[in-house]
């Protein structure tokens, strides 16, 4: 079973838009961490940001915000007002303590292009 | 600061070859890693170092071997190349597992004819 799903595969918006990306999540741990991953066109992951999972408050970096929700198991993603640059694929991953064995599993990724 | 580097960006092998992917990090990294990223698939683990002197099989460890020769440096071999080992892989560092981020190279892009 998949661990985490990342529903939309491609996503287009016109630059300057708003672009949100779901990230579900399942696991059995109480004690887990999230994650969302940039990778863009050259290929290299960047990593964006971390949540533990006691950690429910939402957070915001400059035009990037992640929204928490434990009650949904969701961990999603939205770009404010979208530049060109932020055309690339997004992955959302989970770590969990117990369960996990050391292993961080991957979405299979929202390709997002930002049409100019 | 170079992060984490690896060794060759791009690879060519007949079916039926050896190689080994090297991977070296800076950051005084405990944990190391080795991903095959495949269309539509994302990121697998394919084996992973908790720490120096300690390997663990990851979700697809089918046709490779790691050796994690000192802190900085882990290695990923293929013993005898099939197609089905054409992919992007990738070596990431944390500071440990599992709870820290993890740091990503540039990706070796292999391919087996």
């Known amino acids: 079973a998949q661990k985490v799903t990342q529903a939309q595969t491609e996503i287009s918006v016109v630059e300057k838009e708003d672009v949100t990306l779901d990230c579900v999540y399942e696991?059995?741990?109480?004690?887990?961490?999230l994650f969302w991953y940039k990778q863009p066109p050259s290929g290299e992951l960047v990593f964006l940001i971390r949540?533990?999972?006691?950690?429910?408050q939402n957070e915001i970096s400059g035009r990037y915000s992640w929204n928490f929700q434990k009650s949904t198991s969701s961990f999603n993603f939205t770009i404010t007002a979208s530049q060109v640059v932020d055309s690339a694929v997004y992955f959302c991953?989970?770590?969990?303590?117990?369960?996990?064995?050391?292993?961080?599993?991957f979405g299979k990724g929202n390709q997002v292009v930002v049409i100019p | 600061n170079a992060g984490v580097t690896q060794t060759p960006k791009f690879q060519v092998l007949k079916t039926g070859q050896s190689m080994t992917l090297q991977c070296a990090q800076d950051?005084?990294?405990?944990?190391m890693y080795w991903y095959r990223q495949d269309p539509g698939m994302g990121l697998r683990l394919i084996y992973y170092?908790?720490?120096?002197?300690?390997?663990d099989k990851g979700e697809v460890p089918n046709g490779y071997n790691v050796s994690r020769l000192n802190k900085r440096e882990f290695s990923l071999r293929l013993e005898s190349a099939a197609p089905s080992q054409t992919s992007v892989y990738f070596c990431?560092?944390?500071?440990?597992?599992?709870?820290?981020?993890?740091?990503f190279g540039p990706g070796t892009r292999l391919t087996v004819t």
């Open positions: 949540r533990n999972s006691f950690d429910e």
């Open positions: 950051m005084n990294h405990n944990s």
């Open positions: 990431a560092s944390s500071v440990g597992t599992p709870a820290y981020e993890q740091y």
């Open positions: 170092s908790a720490s120096e002197g300690t390997t």
């Open positions: 991953a989970l770590s969990e303590l117990t369960y996990g064995n050391n292993r961080l599993a």
């Open positions: 696991t059995r741990d109480t004690t887990y961490y």
